[in-house]
């Protein structure tokens, strides 16, 4: 240890002596040998520091997901809220994204306007949706892609496996996509023995963690660090003990590079579908998707038949959205056009239906189609931000979860639609105006009608019925409630039994409810 660094420690351990011991006590209590070579102090992308972390807390897991049987997010949700580190980085994660979209889109004056006309788009499109895919198959094939259909995820994975069979293939890579998670492509892919990579960041983290994505755009958002280090030293031998992001992301980097160089083929999904052009738009942040269309000679885009516009003119609409409305960027890294294959190669895209023409026929559900799958709902979300998108059991989590889900498995995904506050928040910043609260409140009638509620909420709802019908029995409940509030102990209020009571105090009962001062006061008028 040369004397600068010795002279470091003595001032911080001075100064957490100071401070009572409250500054930074592990950065002074370890030993911070291993981070200084020749006298020189190391910096993070060498890959040797040992960056402050608390003591980490095992990652809480997803919900328990047992065939067709009801998901309970709110077992779920308990969980991750124990786990008081993850729920602590993950709403405070989620809001600053939420904040930084607040801040991007005042700097537009246009953006309700641009918003509308958004949801205009999508919805002429969506109401001419025939129309335009015709328009897409014809000049897509003119311009030399191979245009397939495919009814539903088990049809897709057929279609994908047989081009790759037919050339030999037998590795893919790829990148992210919620429509090949809709279709179980990896699992697939895995039985008939061709190996996929994921070269999205975040969505490797989750495949080499054996977990589906939490977010529509950062797939793992519900980790934390300490929790990637694990999965990597697990899986590809780094030192479980540094959470660095600078080594933790090299490590990545140089253990995937290598596959993706000699991959067979190459797989991305699709933002935005041009009918006129006959061509295709991919966004990321990473520049993935590029490695994934252009390393491989073969090229196949697995795409869903709403992500279709009719012009070139109106990407410009939807480009200015997304990236401001996601991450509170103007816009992403790399938005690419992919026109046909390259000289020498293949292209190929699967246009997939999987229940979107079922939900385009659904009244109160089908303008769920216009998503841009940007993720502002979930960000904004109070549910899914202390909850995390785990906590779901489903493909889609937060608030256009609950919404689309139920289309796929209405048994399945019944207690979904109650995992909400609906305040509102989600429709207010969707960039394509759709009504989400409104039609998480129609999913609950949905459920009630067809006898999908649990039986305590069942009961529950019951009883509440019975006392709003009834105003004299609303009316001595409310008044004994009060007196039970004011005269109770404390443990008779506060227990197992009081949920609502665990996180917050009950208010205290008024001395006159509005209706008795009515009555005193006017009841004669
Ligand atoms: S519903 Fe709206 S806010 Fe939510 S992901 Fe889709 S486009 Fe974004």
Same mark, same amino acid.
């Given at each position: 240890?040369?004397?600068?660094?010795?002279?470091?420690?003595?001032?911080?351990?001075?100064?957490?002596?100071?401070?009572?011991?409250?500054?930074?006590?592990?950065?002074?209590?370890?030993?911070?040998?291993?981070?200084?070579?020749?006298?020189?102090?190391?910096?993070?992308?060498?890959?040797?520091?040992?960056?402050?972390?608390?003591?980490?807390?095992?990652?809480?897991?997803?919900?328990?997901?047992?065939?067709?049987?009801?998901?309970?997010?709110?077992?779920?949700?308990?969980?991750?809220?124990?786990?008081?580190?993850?729920?602590?980085?993950?709403?405070?994660?989620?809001?600053?994204?939420?904040?930084?979209?607040?801040?991007?889109?005042?700097?537009?004056?246009?953006?309700?306007?641009?918003?509308?006309?958004?949801?205009?788009?999508?919805?002429?499109?969506?109401?001419?949706?025939?129309?335009?895919?015709?328009?897409?198959?014809?000049?897509?094939?003119?311009?030399?892609?191979?245009?397939?259909?495919?009814?539903?995820?088990?049809?897709?994975?057929?279609?994908?496996?047989?081009?790759?069979?037919?050339?030999?293939?037998?590795?893919?890579?790829?990148?992210?996509?919620?429509?090949?998670?809709?279709?179980?492509? =990896?699992?697939?892919? %895995?039985? &008939?023995?061709? !190996?996929?990579?994921? #070269? $999205?960041? /975040?969505?490797?983290?989750?495949?080499?963690?054996?977990?589906?994505?939490?977010?529509?755009?950062?797939?793992?958002?519900?980790?934390? =660090?300490?929790?990637? %280090?694990? &999965?990597?030293? !697990?899986?590809?031998? #780094? $030192?479980? /003990?540094?959470?660095?992001?600078?080594?933790?992301?090299?490590?990545?980097?140089?253990?995937?590079?290598?596959?993706?160089?000699?991959?067979?083929?190459?797989?991305?999904?699709?933002?935005?579908?041009?009918?006129? #052009?006959?061509?295709?738009?991919?966004?990321?942040?990473?520049?993935?998707?590029?490695?994934?269309?252009?390393?491989?000679?073969?090229?196949?885009?697995?795409?869903?038949?709403?992500?279709?516009?009719?012009?070139?003119?109106?990407?410009?609409?939807?480009?200015?959205?997304?990236?401001?409305?996601?991450?509170?960027?103007?816009?992403?890294?790399?938005?690419?056009?992919?026109?046909?294959?390259?000289?020498?190669?293949?292209?190929?895209?699967?246009?997939?239906?999987?229940?979107?023409?079922?939900?385009?026929?659904?009244?109160?559900?089908?303008?769920?189609?216009?998503?841009?799958?940007?993720?502002?709902?979930?960000?904004?979300?109070?549910?899914?931000?202390?909850?995390?998108?785990?906590?779901?059991?489903?493909?889609?989590?937060?608030?256009?979860?609950?919404?689309?889900?139920?289309?796929?498995?209405?048994?399945?995904?019944?207690?979904?639609?109650?995992?909400?506050?609906?305040?509102?928040?989600?429709?207010?910043?969707?960039?394509?105006?759709?009504?989400?609260?409104?039609?998480?409140?129609?999913?609950?009638?949905?459920?009630?009608?067809?006898?999908?509620?649990?039986?305590?909420?069942?009961?529950?709802?019951?009883?509440?019925?019975?006392?709003?019908?009834?105003?004299?029995?609303?009316?001595?409940?409310?008044?004994?409630?009060?007196?039970?509030?004011?005269?109770?102990?404390?443990?008779?209020?506060?227990?197992?039994?009081?949920?609502?009571?665990?996180?917050?105090?009950?208010?205290?009962?008024?001395?006159?409810?509005?209706?008795?001062?009515?009555?005193?006061?006017?009841?004669?008028?």
């Amino acid at each position: 240890m040369n004397d600068d660094h010795a002279a470091v420690q003595a001032a911080m351990a001075a100064a957490a002596q100071a401070t009572g011991g409250m500054l930074y006590p592990e950065l002074a209590a370890q030993s911070d040998e291993s981070v200084v070579k020749e006298g020189r102090r190391l910096d993070h992308a060498e890959g040797t520091s040992h960056p402050i972390r608390p003591p980490s807390e095992p990652q809480p897991r997803g919900a328990r997901v047992r065939g067709n049987r009801r998901v309970s997010q709110s077992e779920a949700a308990n969980r991750f809220i124990a786990a008081t580190q993850h729920e602590k980085m993950h709403d405070e994660r989620l809001w600053d994204l939420r904040q930084k979209r607040d801040r991007v889109m005042h700097r537009i004056p246009e953006w309700e306007e641009l918003r509308s006309l958004a949801s205009a788009i999508k919805e002429h499109t969506l109401t001419h949706l025939d129309e335009y895919l015709d328009q897409f198959e014809a000049n897509a094939r003119s311009n030399g892609i191979h245009v397939h259909w495919a009814r539903d995820g088990a049809e897709h994975n057929r279609i994908v496996h047989n081009i790759l069979r037919d050339r030999g293939a037998t590795s893919l890579i790829k990148s992210k996509s919620m429509l090949t998670e809709e279709c179980g492509f =990896r699992d697939y892919m %895995a039985s &008939v023995g061709v !190996k996929v990579i994921e #070269t $999205d960041l /975040g969505e490797r983290i989750q495949q080499l963690d054996n977990e589906d994505p939490s977010h529509v755009v950062v797939p793992a958002v519900h980790k934390l =660090r300490t929790d990637v %280090a694990q &999965v990597f030293a !697990k899986t590809l031998g #780094t $030192d479980p /003990g540094n959470s660095d992001v600078h080594y933790l992301a090299e490590a990545q980097r140089e253990a995937t590079r290598p596959l993706i160089l000699k991959a067979d083929a190459g797989m991305t999904g699709a933002n935005f579908v041009v009918a006129e #052009t006959g061509t295709f738009v991919v966004c990321t942040n990473e520049g993935n998707a590029d490695l994934s269309a252009n390393v491989p000679q073969l090229h196949i885009a697995s795409i869903g038949i709403e992500k279709i516009i009719p012009r070139l003119e109106h990407l410009a609409v939807f480009v200015r959205l997304l990236s401001r409305s996601a991450l509170g960027s103007p816009m992403t890294q790399y938005t690419s056009h992919f026109r046909g294959p390259r000289a020498g190669g293949e292209m190929h895209v699967v246009l997939v239906d999987n229940g979107r023409s079922k939900r385009l026929g659904m009244e109160e559900f089908w303008t769920s189609l216009k998503c841009i799958r940007c993720g502002a709902c979930m960000n904004t979300c109070p549910v899914y931000r202390r909850s995390g998108g785990l906590s779901y059991g489903a493909t889609y989590s937060g608030p256009i979860g609950l919404i689309i889900d139920p289309t796929f498995n209405r048994h399945k995904y019944s207690a979904l639609p109650f995992s909400s506050t609906l305040n509102g928040s989600c429709t207010n910043v969707c960039p394509v105006k759709i009504n989400i609260h409104e039609q998480i409140a129609a999913w609950r009638k949905v459920m009630a009608e067809n006898h999908e509620l649990p039986l305590m909420k069942k009961s529950a709802m019951k009883a509440a019925g019975i006392l709003l019908a009834h105003p004299t029995l609303y009316r001595a409940a409310i008044a004994s409630a009060d007196v039970a509030l004011n005269v109770l102990p404390r443990f008779a209020i506060y227990n197992r039994l009081n949920a609502w009571g665990r996180h917050r105090e009950v208010p205290h009962a008024p001395h006159q409810t509005f209706h008795s001062w009515y009555r005193k006061n006017r009841g004669t008028q």
